[in-house]
Every structure is written in C-alpha cells, then in structure tokens.
C-alpha cells in the first residue's frame, strides 16, 4: 500500500489508472497552484495600488487631460490696415481653436514672441488690404507658425488656411454682387460626409480605450515575469521542482493567475472609468471582447515568461519588459497610423500581438463587430500566442533540466 502511495504521490500513474481520475488529479494540482499565485498577489500591497492606479487613475488622465485637436492656441496680429475688412478677418479667429491676445506694433514683435513661445500664431495684415480687395486686386495675409510640435502647428496651419480661404470666397462672392449665404448658380463644390462610430469625433473615447489596451499590454507581460522571477529570488523554484509538478503545471497557473487579475482590472476600467467617466460606448458582445482580452493576455503572457528565464531579479524582470513594451507600442499603430509608416515598419507590425488586439478592441467596443469580421485579426493574435507561449515553455523546461 505505501509503495502505490509513493508512487501516486510522485505523480507516476498505473495502466490500469482511469483517465478521469488522472484529469481530476490534474486539474486539482492547477487549481491549488492557481490559489496560491493569488494569494501571493494579495500579499504584495505595493502592486496592488500600482494597478489600481493604473487602472483607473491613469486611464482617467489619459481620456480627459490628453487631447489630439488645436485648442486655445496663442495667437498675435499686426494689422496694417486697421480696416472694416481687417476687423473681420481677425474675427474669424475665435475660441476655443484660436485665442487671440492683442494686437503688436511691429512685425519683429510678432518674431520675438514666436522665439519665447508666448505665441503660437502670429497674423499679419498688409496695409491697404480692404482697398485691394474691393478693387479686385490680389493681396496676401502671412501666418507664421510656431511648429515645434509638429501636429499642432500642422493643425494650426490647417486651420489658418481654411479661414482665410472662406474669407477671400465670400469676399469674391459678394463683389460679384452674390450672396454667400445663397449662392444661387454659383458653381461650387458640397462637401458631404459621414462620421461613424463617433459621430462627435470625441478624443476622450480613442484616448480611454488606447490607454486601457496598453494598460493591459504593460501587465500581461510584467505579472507572469515577476510572478516567475520571485520564485528564483526567493529560491522557491528548487521546492517546486521536487514536486509531481511538470513544468507546465508550474508556468500555467502563474498566467491563469495573472490574467484573472487582468481581467478584474479591465472590468474596473471599462465600467468604472469609460463608461461612467467618459460615455464610451459598447457596441458589440461584451463576451466577445473578455474573449479577445483573455486570449490576448496569454499571447503577452508568453513574452513574460521568456523574460523570466533570462532575468536573475525582480529589477531586470521590469526593465527587461519595458524593453519589450516599447516596440511593441510603436509597432502597435496606436500612436502613428499603419498607412503612414514605411513598407517595412509595417512588415514588423505583424509581429506585433498589439496590433491585433487593437483593431478587435476597437472593432468590438466601438463598430459592433463581431467574430466574422475579426476572425483575422484573432487568428494572428492566435498565432503569435501559441509560438510565444510555446517558446516561454522551452525555455523554461531546459532551465527547469
């Protein structure tokens, strides 16, 4: 009798062992592992509020204090001319877009204010521009930009050209004796268009929703990492090796783990700050997106583990996934659209599990997508999962030998 016990006690099963007994047995040893990785979570204060934080707070910030638009930006004229004509032109320029300060004396004024960054914009209208407009002759306002950052001043350009523009049309309508309220025969172009899935162009709902996708990213790979890595620190992995544990029993409930806490996270932020903050909307199954999440933290996940097999602490398991989070963004279109990248940046986006994820994240939460048309998308994020995952799990077996 204690022979078969010893033996069922290594973990070595007879012939004659029914198969439901051995999966009972295996799913008993996932179950108790998976409590235990919970319990050392909870034990870990520090990492606790980290996440909280992370997922609520920064995802707070993220929505409601970054913004992609023009807004309220500096702006200073030099009117030369001082006319009915000028007047309205600068008028144009209204918040929240433009913030008009005052008017400047001299042109080297308007330079000096765009070198000391108390100006964004500086407008300035040439002397007898209302007479050249109502005798029909061409004249020219110049806007200088202050385009350290790129985007804004690309949007205030924007902005200051199609202004301007609608200012000389309407002033060429009326001297032709036309309404431009009511153009009648004039000829001109309509432009009509459609905005879908965010009609208001809300910043708030890309921003909450991009910052929650990374969130998840940062954890999925770190968690498992450092789950694994604190077990060489505190030499705990010698214990676990002399158990009828195989490797797989030992990695697999770290991500379980680690991944039901994810989840718990994702559910905090999707109904605590996006939709109670920002109004984001659920357009598609939210069993569907827990789906995608779930399997795109095991994708992540194997990243992590490899991680863990070159990492001898805690400190190079961070910073070692920092390194991994941050072409992972990049490659992501998160930030830069696909279509704007070079040929082979998007080559190396299909090595990216978050590119997949985004575009089933947005596709569920804001299009209403389901698995019909996202089934690309969860095939490459399926994919990647199973080579990374099965690359973590070599590793670790041939340290593990």
Known sequence: MRDKSDKRHAGLFTRGTPLLGRFLVWLRR?????????????????????????FTLDIYLAGSGVKLELSSATMAVHDSDRSSASRELINRFRPPVFDVE??????????????????????DIPPRFEKSLLSGAPTHVQVRLDASNSVLGLFAASYCRRIVESFGLETGLKRLGIDPRQPGRAPQVVNAYRVWFNPNQNNKWFMSIAELLNIITLFAILLP???MVREKERGTVEQLLVT??????????????????????????LFGVLRYCFDVPIRGSIILFYAVT???????????????????NLGQAGMMAIITYGPMIF???AWTPPEAMPHFIRVLMLLSPLHYYI????????KGAGLNLLWGSVLGMGTLGAGLFGLGMWRMRRQFQ
């Open 30 to 54: 996932l179950r108790v592992m998976t409590v235990k990785e919970l319990l050392q979570f909870s034990r870990d204060g520090a990492l606790i509020l980290f996440m909280v934080y992370a």
């Open 102 to 123: 005052g008017a400047i004396s001299r042109g080297s004024e308007g330079v000096r204010l765009l070198d000391e960054g108390k100006a964004m914009v500086v407008l």
């Open 225 to 227: 990492a450092c789950a």
């Open 244 to 269: 009828p544990l195989t490797t797989f029993q030992i990695m697999f409930p770290k991500v379980l783990a680690m991944a039901a806490v994810i989840l718990a996270g994702t559910t905090l932020s």
């Open 294 to 312: 779930l399997l795109y933290v095991f994708t992540t996940a194997g990243l992590g583990l490899v991680i863990s097999t070159i990492a001898r």
């Open 331 to 333: 490659l992501s279109g």
């Open 359 to 366: 575009d089933a994240s947005y596709g569920v939460l804001l």
